[in-house]
């Protein structure tokens, strides 16, 4: 059996350590984790879809987070399958994504001793949950979701696993009596919906029938650039993937999107996608020299993308190796699987317990 290293000390003054093995700890630089820190004694919840190979923007926006939190509060992180059948479609590609997203987080330093990592496929409840909520929930309230305008937009049939997204993703939040969600800025809405819809049941079968959960921002890591400075996402097709390594990685770095100034003349580092995303891996002094050698000339750009090269890879040499001792160990993983959701499912069979009671509805099959 695989052994799971202790992962993420705790965060401290300017920086948190992502503990990687019993002897080393790398010291991270922290954009937004002080915010993070006064979270203590909590459940907290979130979801992932399982969409294909991670980047580096999963990691700073989301991923990182999760390690720091689990130290002190009761970590709950799923993998949204059922969500992912709006979009896949394909058996195989599902089942490979879904694994490949758990040894993903296993790698990066979720430790199942101290996170629920689990499938949402392994939850029925949550499904029985969602028709629940399905019933107060107003049309017009699914109609104003940013995502489901977005997506059909975009061109994507506009379904009722589309259209009813939110309330399966209320459910996935509610059905664990999550006290917080992480989210985004860009994703405030699908909780604020959650809570519209966990206050209409509170207010029609009384208060206390479903916790009320919080939004957990990570203010100051709202948006990671990608290589052309826009959001980095896959829909942008902007990315550089977390696990790249060699000819792949270099390529995704050499993508990066710049001016046409000359070699030898200044640069505006105020400017540049390229310190951009330094930023997320090297210290204030490492920036602040590329800084310097954009000011001065005789630097170009070529220079300043070997050196992110380089951050790079270090930063997730650890990660990768751990990734493969994973994949090596398949038996393991799933072992992980197995324990989250029987864990999950206990949470999630007694907050049912409680809905059926204060709904009225009858189960005599155990």
């Known amino acids: 059996m695989l052994s799971i290293e202790k992962t993420a000390c705790l965060s401290s003054g300017k920086y948190a350590c992502l503990r990687l093995s019993d002897n080393e700890v790398r010291v ?9 820190a006064g979270v203590t004694n909590k459940r907290i919840l979130s979801g992932v879809q399982p969409s294909g190979i991670l980047h580096i923007g999963n990691y700073f926006g989301a991923i990182r987070q999760f390690v720091q939190l689990q130290e002190q509060n009761e970590n709950y992180i799923f993998v949204a399958n ?13 089942r490979k994504n879904s694994l490949d997203v758990v040894i993903d987080y ?34 017009g309230l699914l109609e104003r979701a940013h995502s489901f305008k977005d997506k059909v937009a975009r061109g994507i049939s506009a379904n009722h696993g589309l259209f009813a997204y939110p309330v399966l993703m209320a459910a996935d939040i509610l059905i664990y009596d999550s006290n917080y969600v992480p989210v985004g800025k860009d994703q405030k809405q699908h909780l604020e919906i959650t809570r ?4 209409k049941i509170n207010l029609t079968f ?3 029938t479903l916790v009320i959960p919080e939004e957990l921002i990570q203010k100051e890591v709202a948006v990671i650039p990608g290589i052309d400075g826009q959001k980095m996402s896959k829909s942008y097709g902007n990315t550089i993937d977390i696990f790249a390594e060699g000819k792949a990685l270099k390529k995704q770095v050499m993508a990066i999107v ?17 310190i951009d995303l ?10 602040e020299a590329m800084r310097q050698n954009f000011l001065a000339g005789g630097y170009g750009y070529g220079h300043a993308k070997k050196e992110l090269l380089q951050a790079i890879t270090e930063y997730f040499e650890d990660a990768r190796n751990r990734r493969k001792e994973l994949v090596a160990n398949m038996d393991y993983v799933e072992e992980v699987l197995r324990k989250g959701a029987s864990a999950a499912r206990e949470t999630a069979q007694s907050v049912m317990e409680r809905v059926r ?10």
């Open 196 to 199: 519209d819809i966990a206050e």
């Open 357 to 366: 009671t204060r709904t009225g509805l009858l189960k005599y099959l155990k």
């Open 278 to 287: 330094f930023k997320f891996f090297a210290s204030a002094e490492e920036v």
């Open 258 to 274: 710049t001016d046409s100034t000359p070699l030898e003349e200044p640069k505006d580092p105020d400017n540049s996608h390229i």
């Open 28 to 36: 991270d630089k922290i954009n937004g984790f002080q915010y993070m």
């Open 106 to 139: 296993l790698a990066l330093g979720l430790d199942p001793e101290k996170t629920t990592l689990f499938l949402q496929s392994d939850i029925p409840e949550v499904t029985e949950l969602a028709w629940i909520l399905s019933t107060v929930t107003p049309m």
């Open 206 to 208: 009384g208060e206390g």
């Open 82 to 94: 059922y969500h992912s059948l709006t979009t896949i479609t394909d058996p195989d590609v599902l």
